[in-house]
C-alpha cells in the first residue's frame, strides 16, 4: 500500500488557499482605489494649470413664492397689492452630495479546498499449462510424441488517483462611507448656497 502523506504534503497551500486571499486583498485595494478616482473624476473640476481642482457644482433654477415685503393691504392693484411674489432662486448644490459614491468592501471570504487521494494496489497471477502426446504405431514401429508446457505470468502495480477541488466564494458590501469622508460630505452639504 502506498503512503500517501508524502501525496499531501507536495501540495502547496500557498497557493491553494493564499492565492484566493491575495486576490481578495488586490481586489479591496482596486476597489478602494475606484472610490479615490470617482471623488477625483466626478466631484471636481478640471484643476487650471498649477492650481487647486475646484469643487464641481450642479445649479438648480427654479421659481418661489415668498411674501412681498412690500405688500400693502390698503391696495388693490400694483404690484405691493400682491401678498406673495415669485422669485427666481437658484441653488448650488456640490455634485458629490448628490451621488451614491462607490465604497465596495469585502466581507467575507470562504475557501473551500478538498484534495482526495486514492490509491488502488493491484496484482494479476495467471497460470497456463498445455500438454499434448502423440501415439502413432506404423508396422512394427510405434512412435510416441509427447510435450507440455507450463507459463505463470504476474503483473503488480499501483495506481494513484488524484483529485483537487478548490471552491472561492467571495461576499462583498456597499460599505458604509468612512468617517472622514462623510464629514467632508456634511460640510459640503453646509455650503448649498440658494441664490434668491
Known amino acids: 500500500m502506498p503512503n500517501l502523506v508524502p501525496e499531501l504534503n507536495s501540495l502547496d497551500f500557498n497557493v491553494y488557499v493564499g492565492g484566493p486571499l491575495q486576490a481578495a486583498i488586490q ?8 472610490t479615490v478616482n470617482f471623488i477625483k473624476e466626478v466631484g471636481f473640476e478640471p484643476p487650471a ?5 475646484p469643487l464641481r457644482y450642479v445649479d438648480f433654477q427654479y421659481k418661489k413664492s415668498v411674501p412681498n ?5 390698503t391696495l388693490t392693484s400694483g404690484p405691493n397689492s400682491e401678498k406673495f411674489i415669485e422669485n427666481e432662486v437658484e441653488i448650488k448644490v456640490p455634485f458629490l452630495t448628490t451621488l451614491t459614491i462607490p465604497s465596495i468592501r469585502i466581507d467575507e471570504v470562504n475557501i473551500d479546498f478538498n484534495a482526495r487521494l486514492s490509491s488502488t494496489e493491484t496484482r494479476d497471477i495467471s497460470s497456463e499449462f498445455a500438454a499434448s502426446a502423440e501415439l502413432g504405431i506404423n508396422y512394427k514401429i510405434v512412435n510416441f510424441k509427447a ?8 503483473s503488480q502495480g499501483v495506481k ?4 483537487y477541488n478548490l471552491g472561492v466564494k467571495v461576499r462583498a458590501v456597499n460599505d458604509e462611507l468612512p468617517e472622514g469622508l462623510s464629514r467632508i460630505l456634511d460640510m459640503l452639504e453646509d455650503s448649498i448656497a440658494t441664490v434668491a
Not at 69 to 73: Q, R, S
Not at 147 to 154: E, I, P, Q, V
Open 49 to 53: 494649470t498649477g492650481g487647486v481642482a
Open 69 to 73: 415685503p412690500d405688500y400693502d393691504p
Open 147 to 154: 510435450s507440455a508446457s507450463y507459463k505463470r505470468n504476474t
Open 27 to 34: 481586489a479591496q485595494t482596486a476597489a478602494s482605489m475606484a
Open 160 to 163: 494513484v488517483d488524484k483529485t
